[in-house]
């Protein structure tokens, strides 16, 4: 019964290094997916999840063979690991936690404004490097293909995305028929052509920045129960440790390995 631990840190090692693979198929989907279009909050995701896929292994096989080091150094690691993944998921809550669409009256959509988002997100999204590769994943994905061929009733009945909200339309309250008014500056960025439309408004950014918002919330859910699941995992690991450091001495648990008692100069007394 003592080597208990060291089969369920075994298994459990086993499971968090499948766990892994959806962590980092997660980081791989928002930077590849054609909607989001965003990839500076995929970079922590991937590396603490290959990070997790390396120390599991070493875990699995330090728990069955009983490797003490090797268990020791996965510990320490999993104690920092905890905490990173920790530290992540609140760091996106509070990047992402300011932001959404404000309603339009009459209207199925929400319209988003950037300064409503969190000052590292627009900093992000307003780098101009950045955002040239963002527009570029924006026109490959044709989020606006449809829009541009909807009718006025269409706009009244209709939902949009984040993105076909702020990239493929002007604002709602740009009235080109009183072209002497102080608009918006996004209603002077916005053009009919389809290379260009809202694609350089701040209106895009934000919409932008809402479909991060929207995901990195989706995926913090599995970030704190991958948490929860590390604590259970390093408590057994302990407990594994241990028994890794008595099988390397060769002395099962229950023996005595005192061979020779001398009492003390008193004990006669």
């Known amino acids: 019964m003592y080597r208990f631990s060291n089969t369920v840190i075994g298994f459990l090692n086993l499971f968090t290094l499948l766990a892994s693979i959806p962590i980092i198929g997660a980081g791989l989907w928002m930077a590849r997916s054609s909607t ?14 290959f990070v997790i896929l390396i120390i599991s ?16 150094v996965y510990l320490v690691i999993m104690l920092f690991l905890i905490g990173a ?21 009459g209207r199925m959509y929400r319209e988003y404004h950037l300064d409503n988002y969190s000052p590292w997100l627009r900093k992000r999204i307003e780098d101009p ?3 040239l590769t963002v527009k570029s994943c924006i026109l490959g994905s044709k989020a606006c293909s449809k829009v541009v061929l909807w009718t006025p009733f269409d706009y009244l009945t209709k939902d949009m995305t984040p993105i076909q909200s702020g990239c493929c339309k002007p604002p709602t309250s ?4 009183a072209a ?7 209603c002077y960025r916005w053009n009919n052509a389809p290379p260009v439309l809202c694609y350089d408004c ?5 919409g932008v920045l809402e479909d991060v918002r929207r995901d990195w919330h989706k995926l913090s859910v599995l970030n704190i129960v991958m948490v929860i699941v590390l604590i ?18 060769d002395y099962p648990y229950g023996h005595n390995r005192m061979y020779k008692v001398r009492p003390r100069w008193d004990f006669h007394w």
């Open 85 to 105: 993944l920790m530290a992540l998921t609140i760091f996106g809550f509070i990047v992402t936690g300011a932001g959404g669409g404000v309603v339009v009256p």
């Open 57 to 72: 292994l070493a875990g699995f096989i330090g728990a069955c063979f009983h490797v003490a080091w090797a268990l020791w």
């Open 174 to 177: 740009c009235n080109y028929a």
């Open 180 to 186: 002497t008014l102080a608009q918006e500056a996004d």
């Open 232 to 249: 259970g995992i390093y408590s057994i690991g302990c407990c594994a440790f241990q028994n890794a450091k008595r099988a390397e001495t």
């Open 129 to 131: 490097h950045y955002w």
């Open 202 to 206: 701040d209106s895009c950014k934000a």
């Open 36 to 49: 989001t279009c965003e990839s500076f909050l995929q970079t922590p995701l991937l590396v603490v999840g």
